[in-house]
């Protein structure tokens, strides 16, 4: 059964930073692609972040030098390393996994002072 259980969600200051963790059972993330989502109040999910099974990364244009996109396959575990936040970063965070159409529960990011 897959299952992703997102985590590492909190408040945090602008400028600050957080690592969000997704970790994965049923399979290995190491052989497909996984991706972060986030959806602010009132809107439709939207792209953040996509790791391949390799190591080729894509990222959102506005998330671009501040985000980063890894995975740990010993540990079975995407991240989502987040520096330099801002208050338009405040959303639910998800990961998913886009073959067969897997989403986590979110974990929710806050960026306010």
């Known amino acids: 059964q897959v299952q992703l259980v997102e985590s590492g969600g909190d408040l945090v200051q602008p400028g600050g930073s957080l690592r969000l963790s997704c970790t994965a059972s049923?399979?290995?993330?190491?052989?497909?692609?996984m991706s972060w989502y986030r959806q602010h109040p009132g809107k439709e999910r939207a792209f953040v972040a996509r790791?391949?099974?390799?190591?080729?990364?894509t990222y959102l244009d506005s998330v671009k030098g501040r985000f980063t996109i890894s995975r740990a396959n010993a540990k079975n575990t995407v991240y989502l390393q987040m520096n330099s936040l801002k208050p338009e970063d405040t959303a639910v965070y998800y990961c998913?996994?886009?073959?067969?159409?897997?989403w986590g529960q979110g974990t929710q990011v806050t960026v306010s002072s």
């Open positions: 998913y996994r886009e073959y067969g159409n897997y």
């Open positions: 049923g399979f290995s993330v190491s052989n497909y692609v």
């Open positions: 790791i391949t099974s390799g190591t080729s990364t």
